[in-house]
């Protein structure tokens, strides 16, 4: 439902807007109600979402039968001239002015039930504002780390850890699907996730540390870190951050595999159509290897960090361990300065 990006930005734009004000010398935030839309604004969104992908989850009626929109009526007060929006439930013959507080009589009059027109406003937590408050990325990241049936995970979101003094977006066990084939013997892996939606630099110093700390705590736990933002509108900051934090959690091994394998996720796999493989396919027009298997998720860390971090695979440096100490604190060196830069 919530994999259309045209989708995201119409419901964020009927959301509860918050604007901070300058007053006498202090900072205060101001709520404004959530913004209706015109029924048929809405309806022509949902005709175009289907013209464009095939799918009963792109048609309005899904998103009716799941409460994300509620149909009202837009009134006229005629004391303060403010246009109120009232729920079905909410009409009556005197119905009271949300702005003005006055009652008023409802016209019945035919010119004025003619002017009358019908509204959506997004109900519940669609009503939050800044994107549900990153909930659609959240939902979204886990969406695609499992995206089919046979791949098993079990989440929490939105965690504050006290004894860390920290908070993080979600964890969750995954197993994977191994090609489609999971065997129940497989343990499932810890998944440790910071999502962001379209804030630019929202990967910072304060995230990618609170990731730390808490992966810290469990080797052998995979990091992510995905945003609804493609690569090429990351900050050089926010790359260096995620190129640092990569490459710590390959600082040694657990179990064969890098100590905390990172994932980094962007639009282009938070809005795939079908999978990974095919996201990438519509972009670099080729195939990803059949023996590359995305599913895995220690594969899938060490293909994103090559792809948008520019980082060779994590075994392709064993062959650094034979070098002179001296040339091996060099090779840092030049990679620390390349993170930073």
Same mark, same amino acid.
């Given at each position: 439902?919530?994999?259309?990006?045209?989708?995201?930005?119409?419901?964020?734009?009927?959301?509860?807007?918050?604007?901070?004000?300058?007053?006498?010398?202090?900072?205060?935030?101001?709520?404004?109600?959530?913004?209706?839309?015109?029924?048929?604004?809405?309806?022509?969104? @949902?005709?175009?979402?289907?013209?464009?992908?095939?799918?009963?989850?792109?048609? /309005?009626?899904?998103?009716?039968?799941?409460?994300?929109?509620?149909?009202?009526?837009?009134?006229?007060?005629?004391?303060?001239?403010?246009?109120?929006?009232?729920?079905?439930?909410?009409?009556?013959?005197?119905?009271?002015?949300?702005?003005?507080?006055?009652?008023?009589?409802?016209?019945?009059?035919?010119?004025?039930?003619?002017?009358?027109?019908?509204?959506?406003?997004?109900?519940?937590? #669609?009503?939050?504002?800044?994107?549900?408050?990153?909930?659609?990325?959240?939902?979204?990241?886990? !969406?695609?780390?499992?995206?089919?049936?046979?791949?098993?995970?079990?989440?929490?979101?939105?965690?504050? %850890?006290?004894?860390?003094?920290?908070?993080?977006? @979600?964890?969750?066990?995954?197993?994977?699907?191994?090609?489609?084939?999971?065997?129940?013997?497989?343990?499932?892996?810890?998944?440790?996730?910071?999502?962001?939606?379209?804030?630019?630099?929202?990967?910072?110093?304060?995230?990618?540390?609170? %990731?730390?700390?808490?992966?810290? !705590? #469990?080797?052998?736990?995979?990091?992510?870190?995905?945003? /609804?933002?493609?690569?090429?509108?990351?900050?050089?900051?926010?790359?260096?951050?995620?190129?640092?934090?990569?490459?710590?959690? !390959?600082?040694?091994?657990?179990?064969?595999?890098?100590?905390?394998?990172?994932?980094? /996720?962007?639009?282009?796999?938070? @809005?795939?159509?079908?999978?990974?493989?095919?996201?990438?396919?519509?972009?670099?027009?080729?195939?990803?290897?059949?023996?590359?298997?995305?599913?895995?998720?220690?594969? /899938?860390?060490?293909?994103?960090?090559?792809?948008?971090?520019?980082?060779?695979?994590?075994?392709?440096?064993?062959?650094?361990?034979?070098?002179?100490?001296?040339?091996r604190k060099l090779l840092s060196a030049i990679r620390g300065r390349a993170a930073a830069h």
């Open positions: 439902m919530f994999a259309d990006l045209k989708t995201l930005h119409l419901l964020n734009e009927m959301a509860e807007s918050h604007t901070e004000v300058n007053r006498h010398g202090g900072r205060t935030v101001r709520s404004t109600p959530d913004r209706s839309k015109n029924i048929q604004e809405v309806r022509k969104h @949902f005709i175009d979402r289907e013209k464009g992908s095939f799918g009963f989850w792109n048609k /309005l009626d899904h998103f009716l039968d799941r409460s994300v929109f509620r149909a009202g009526l837009s009134v006229h007060c005629p004391v303060c001239s403010y246009h109120n929006w009232f729920a079905v439930d909410d009409l009556s013959y005197k119905p009271t002015c949300a702005r003005c507080l006055n009652p008023f009589d409802f016209s019945q009059a035919p010119e004025d039930l003619h002017r009358l027109k019908w509204y959506y406003r997004v109900t519940g937590p #669609f009503a939050a504002p800044d994107y549900a408050r990153g909930a659609y990325a959240v939902a979204l990241t886990l !969406r695609t780390l499992a995206p089919h049936s046979s791949s098993k995970i079990t989440w929490s979101t939105g965690l504050r %850890l006290e004894p860390l003094k920290c908070e993080i977006d @979600f964890v969750a066990w995954h197993q994977s699907s191994r090609m489609m084939h999971t065997d129940e013997r497989d343990e499932p892996l810890l998944v440790l996730g910071e999502a962001k939606s379209f804030g630019f630099g929202s990967i910072n110093d304060e995230a990618i540390g609170a %990731l730390k700390k808490v992966a810290e !705590r #469990f080797p052998g736990a995979v990091m992510v870190v995905s945003t /609804l933002r493609e690569i090429g509108r990351y900050s050089l900051a926010e790359v260096a951050r995620l190129r640092h934090l990569a490459l710590w959690g !390959r600082r040694k091994t657990h179990q064969g595999q890098p100590i905390n394998p990172l994932i980094v /996720l962007t639009e282009t796999e938070l @809005f795939s159509k079908h999978n990974i493989s095919n996201a990438w396919k519509e972009i670099d027009g080729k195939e990803v290897r059949p023996s590359v298997d995305l599913y895995d998720l220690h594969t /899938l860390a060490e293909m994103t960090q090559h792809r948008y971090l520019g980082l060779q695979s994590h075994w392709d440096r064993s062959a650094e361990n034979s070098l002179p100490e001296p040339m």
